[in-house]
């Protein structure tokens, strides 16, 4: 979750300036930006999302990341998505062997200070992974997940569920997202869900 510019420097001083770092920072273009903190129901989601992913992936070839896993996008963007997902064994930077090259799928847990920028930039800089298949957006405030799939000529079809009967397919993973499951222990609100499109 970015919060603000903290500063100017190249790449590689930005590297080691975030292996001694107590909190998270994303790198684009020279600036760095400071993450804040997330609230509990968006790390609830969160916990949610990786147990439910991890639970129908099983024994496959694909490993489930939590958020401290940066991931390098060839646009130049480094960055921590709150989930990613990598099939068929993870590629890491040849100078930087803890950064992530090849997510499948990457999933952002939707807050209001970053929407636009998940919505966005960010998504605009994730579309340059060649291995991305599918993005998923999840509302914190509401029971709504969104889907992004890339198809041929680097369209991406968008899906979304709403309510806690709502399900959504992940073709990438071969697997279905149950909002029920994802907001397990989440209080919100008590009103209907309100759509989106992009």
């Excluded at 694909?62 to 958020?67: D, I, R």
């Excluded at 990613?84 to 209001?112: K, M, Q, R």
């Excluded at 029971?143 to 990438?172: C, H, P, T």
């Amino acid at each position: 979750m970015v919060a603000r510019r903290q500063s100017h420097m190249p790449i590689d001083e930005y590297l080691d300036f975030e292996r001694n770092s107590d909190t998270k920072h994303e790198y684009l273009d020279g600036e760095v930006f400071a993450m804040a903190g997330a609230s509990p129901n968006h790390n609830i989601i969160t916990s949610n999302t990786i147990t439910h992913l991890n639970n129908q992936i099983g024994e496959r070839n694909c490993v489930v990341f939590a958020s401290d896993q940066m991931i390098k996008t060839p646009s130049g963007l480094y960055a921590y998505p709150d989930i990613s997902v990598v099939c068929g064994g993870p590629h890491y930077d040849e100078t930087a062997s803890e950064i992530l090259l090849n997510p499948t799928l990457i999933v952002e847990v939707l807050s209001p200070s970053t929407e636009n920028y998940d919505r966005g930039e960010k998504f605009r800089h994730f579309k340059t992974i060649s291995t991305l298949r599918e993005y998923v957006l999840i509302a914190q405030d509401t029971y709504r997940i969104e889907r992004y799939a890339y198809q041929a000529g680097s369209d991406w079809l968008f899906a979304n569920a709403m309510g806690l009967n709502g399900e959504i397919v992940l073709k990438s993973l071969d697997i279905t997202l149950e909002l029920a499951r994802l907001y397990r222990n989440v209080d919100l609100p008590t009103r209907p869900p309100q759509p989106h499109h992009p």
